[in-house]
């Protein structure tokens, strides 16, 4: 007999990947020139850095689009060059780091 827990995270990994799909639709929807196919597999902490910097774009038009956000650079928010930097390089991430813990957030 299969465990009510296990159930659930079966159902919730389906539902992850059902609403995954719909997002990547959405973006590619928005942005058809600029959207790219995100990864098949999951990425971990530690494999970040393989991302592509269109695959990071991608994810930053996905959640300018999620926030209402005009836009992932404006101003002074620069949201693409933040994350790419943040996922690409180990040593400004842990710098980036610093600073949230510090900032108590």
């Given amino acids: 007999m299969t465990s009510p827990v296990l159930l659930y995270h079966i159902k919730a990994k389906a539902n992850y990947a059902y609403a995954q799909e ?7 929807q928005a942005y058809p020139i600029f959207a ?3 990864p098949k597999k999951e990425v971990m902490f530690d494999e970040c850095h393989k991302l592509s910097r269109v695959q990071i774009d991608t994810g930053v038009r996905a959640f300018a ?7 992932g ?12 930097i943040y996922l ?3 040593a400004a991430r842990a710098r980036i780091n ?4 510090e900032s108590g957030a």
């Avoid at 101003?75 to 790419?84: D, F, H, K, N």
């Avoid at 610093?98 to 813990?101: L, P, R, S, Y």
């Fill in 88 to 90: 690409k390089d180990p």
């Fill in 65 to 71: 689009m999620a926030c209402n956000l005009y836009g």
């Fill in 22 to 28: 719909k997002l990547w639709k959405a973006v590619e």
């Fill in 98 to 101: 610093e600073v949230i813990d």
């Fill in 36 to 38: 790219v196919t995100p």
């Fill in 73 to 84: 650079s404006m101003g002074e928010v620069q949201l693409y060059r933040l994350l790419q």
